[in-house]
């Protein structure tokens, strides 16, 4: 069973930065797709970055050229740097694996002055 467990987040200044970090375990296999969903209370959840395997890489519009989404080479970490924060971007950002669909436990990100 899949488990993943997530670090940073935390209280930022608008236009300031962050970077999340989540690790999977509980598979010797190497998995295909990680990425980042946040929600905001009252809100669906929605992606915001992914990577496979090979690095392809996907982003919603709003966070294209302020974040960007890696990985450990052949292995099951995944990263989500993000730069010029604003105060939209505050949520809960969650790890997320399509396959087995596993999600993290979600940190909060706070973007204030």
């Known amino acids: 069973q899949v488990q993943l467990v997530e670090s940073g987040g935390g209280l930022v200044q608008p236009g300031g930065s962050l970077r999340l970090g989540c690790v999977a375990s509980g598979t010797v296999y190497t998995i295909f797709v990680m990425g980042w969903y946040r929600q905001v209370p009252g809100n669906q959840r929605e992606m915001v970055a992914g990577i496979t395997t090979s690095g392809e890489t996907k982003y919603a519009d709003s966070v294209k050229g302020r974040f960007t989404v890696s990985r450990d080479n052949g292995g099951n970490t995944v990263y989500l740097q993000m730069n010029n924060l604003k105060p939209e971007d505050t949520a809960v950002y969650y790890c997320?694996?399509?396959?087995?669909?596993?999600w993290g436990q979600g940190t909060q990100v706070t973007v204030s002055s």
């Open positions: 997320h694996v399509a396959a087995p669909e596993t």
